[in-house]
């Protein structure tokens, strides 16, 4: 059974940094690109950043670029969102997605991955 499991989430004020890990099991995580999205109350669920396997590709939502880096360690099965400079519009549920695919570069399309996590809550106030 694949699980991926958020955590790291929380309330923070605008500035502030916080880093989500995403921990896997049940599936060959080197195998899989990992990505997060987001989802804030009212709107779509949106891309925020996707790293390949071997962590040679990263890319992220123009949102995000330049205050957010997404990590991965497939020693340890755990996908790491680093999030700098936050501000109040990135208040939002954060889940991690993983699929298996031949690409290198994450797709931003939600419908393509094959698991999800639960999410975690990032509230940010100004």
């Known amino acids: 059974q694949v699980q991926l499991v958020e955590s790291g989430g929380g309330l923070v004020q605008a500035g502030d940094s916080l880093r989500l890990s995403c921990a896997a099991s049940?599936?060959?995580?080197?195998?899989?690109?990992m990505a997060w999205f987001r989802q804030a109350p009212g709107k779509e669920r949106e891309f925020v950043a996707g790293?390949?396997?071997?962590?040679?590709?990263?890319n992220y939502a123009d949102s995000v670029k330049g205050r957010f880096t997404l990590s991965r360690d497939n020693a340890k099965n755990t996908v790491y969102l680093q999030m700098n400079s936050l501000e109040p519009e990135d208040t939002a549920i954060y889940s991690c997605?993983?699929?298996?695919?031949?690409?290198?570069?994450?797709?931003?399309?939600?419908?393509?991955?094959?698991?999800w996590g639960q999410g975690t809550q990032v509230t940010v106030s100004s």
């Open positions: 790293i390949d396997w071997s962590c040679s590709w990263t």
């Open positions: 049940g599936l060959t995580f080197s195998s899989y690109i």
């Open positions: 997605a993983a699929y298996q695919t031949m690409a290198t570069i994450a797709t931003m399309h939600p419908i393509e991955y094959d698991y």
